[in-house]
């Protein structure tokens, strides 16, 4: 192959972006360094004690947790909120609140992070996977519908990398069974369904301020909701069982320490200043990014809801169809984008079912099988297969990519273009390949 003549970058042409096409994460600026500097000033690390030596001034000035409490709450528009260690403390205290019985049954979607369904294990309860809707790739509000059993006590709703799912629908199923629903947000910070923001929607609301998210303080998370029987229990199990009126020593909940410190609330407290904006931005590329994308067979952003008053992009998800790119298939298809310097990857391709943590040897090694074996309801999960979640046909982009400007989304559609026009190199390069493990496995023998 000679590569002087090649034109894609996989084939040793040039690439379209030279330079870096994710921006640096997280952003920092003066803001996190003050808050930081107020709490250690104020003496008050801790969340839950203000500190003997910090002053009334001080103290107030100290108290990152309350003023991030406040602002967050106030921006998503609900009643309650608590700040926990991370996103899966978060999904394991409101499993936990809603006391459910051992081998009760909590369905989830068959493609998410593992958190979705381990959450629903240390209860002691048994998860059931359901498929995807083939457009917007989160829970089918159908096959919900259709796992539901005389056991079923809730839905976690995962709006995946900020997608959001049919909560209509889901609410509505809810209502009708007597169900609880536990919004999974994670990465959904700024998403709202018909103009309430994910996590208010449903019984609870749980985000991630992992590192890797929207917003960040490098680990923690959030609890939230409007339901003051709920966040009483929930606030009790994240405080050692405590009650907000009772004594240190009292605990009438088993629970444990799962608070966030006054550092993280300082961080996030400065990441919430600015995170509007970024949402803003990331929504006006991924619009600008859908005009460009019209001219480009084969390639389209997930489908919208009109519902959907407004969305984060955790990762921009685009479905992808290989007969437009002459069968290419969609892991080679990503290979060949990325080497132009827009780092893609491949979307959802196995399901949390397959996980070794859920096959029968695996929840006999974990001492799980009990659950099920006790409780009459034996599923063997290495055996379930969910067409949609299954199927592979699409891309992501990080969000970290969307935070740039108008001629950013050119460039990634130009590379997406040029791959198109270019598709044979990938097969040759392909080819090529092959013929180099033939030849290194002859020599080997």
């Known amino acids: 192959m000679n590569q002087s003549r090649k034109k894609l970058a996989i084939a040793g042409g040039e690439r379209v972006r030279r330079g870096s096409f994710a921006k640096s994460w997280p952003v920092i600026d003066e803001r996190e360094k003050q808050y930081l500097m107020d709490v250690l000033e104020a003496g008050h690390l801790s969340s839950y004690v203000l500190s003997a030596k910090a ?37 394991d205290i409101a499993c936990r609140a809603l006391l459910m019985d051992p081998g009760d049954e909590v369905i989830t979607p068959a493609h998410s992070f593992i958190a979705s369904s381990t959450c629903i294990l240390f209860c002691n309860t048994i998860p059931v996977f359901v498929d995807l809707d083939p457009e917007t790739l989160c829970i089918s509000p159908d096959r919900i519908e259709e796992a539901i059993t005389p056991r079923t006590r809730a839905i976690i709703a995962v709006h995946l990398d900020g997608y959001m799912c049919d909560m209509d629908r889901i609410m509505d199923i809810a209502e009708k069974h007597d169900l609880y629903v536990i919004e999974d947000c994670a990465r959904a910070h700024a998403s709202e369904w018909r103009g309430k923001k994910a996590g208010t929607i449903g019984h609870f609301g749980c985000f991630s301020f992992q590192s890797s998210k929207v917003m960040t303080c490098g680990e923690g998370g959030y609890l939230c909701t409007n339901d003051d029987h709920l966040f009483s229990r929930a606030w009790s199990i994240r405080n050692a ?69 407004a969305q984060t992009y955790f990762f921009a998800v685009f479905h ?6 002459a069968g290419l298939p969609i892991g080679q298809f990503c290979d060949a984008v990325s080497a132009e310097g827009f780092p893609i990857r491949r979307g959802q391709n196995s399901g949390l079912y397959k996980n070794p943590m859920l096959s029968n040897q695996g929840l006999k090694d974990n001492k799980l099988d009990f659950i099920f074996r006790d409780h009459g309801r034996i599923i063997e999960y290495e055996k379930l297969s969910f067409p949609v979640t299954e199927s592979g046909q699409s891309f992501r982009l990080n969000h970290r990519c969307l935070l740039g400007d108008k001629e950013d989304m050119e460039q990634f559609a130009a590379a997406l273009r040029k791959v198109q026009e270019n598709v044979g190199e990938v097969f040759e390069v392909i080819q090529e390949r092959k013929k180099r493990m033939n030849s290194l496995d002859t020599e080997s023998r």
């Open 55 to 91: 002053s009334p001034d001080t103290g107030s000035k100290g108290d990152k947790l309350t003023a991030f409490h406040e602002k967050f709450n106030e921006y998503l528009g609900v009643k309650h909120g608590i700040t926990v260690i991370n996103g899966t403390a978060a999904l």
């Open 241 to 309: 069982g405590r009650q907000m009126a009772g004594g240190f020593y009292e605990h009438f909940l088993l629970g444990g320490n799962e608070r966030m410190s006054q550092l993280d609330a300082a961080v996030l407290l400065a990441q919430l200043e600015r995170f509007p904006e970024q949402a803003r931005k990331r929504e006006e590329n991924i619009t600008y990014l859908e005009e460009l994308l019209e001219d480009i067979p084969g390639v389209r952003h997930v489908r919208r809801d009109p519902r959907v008053t």
């Open 320 to 325: 992808y169809d290989a007969s437009k790119f």
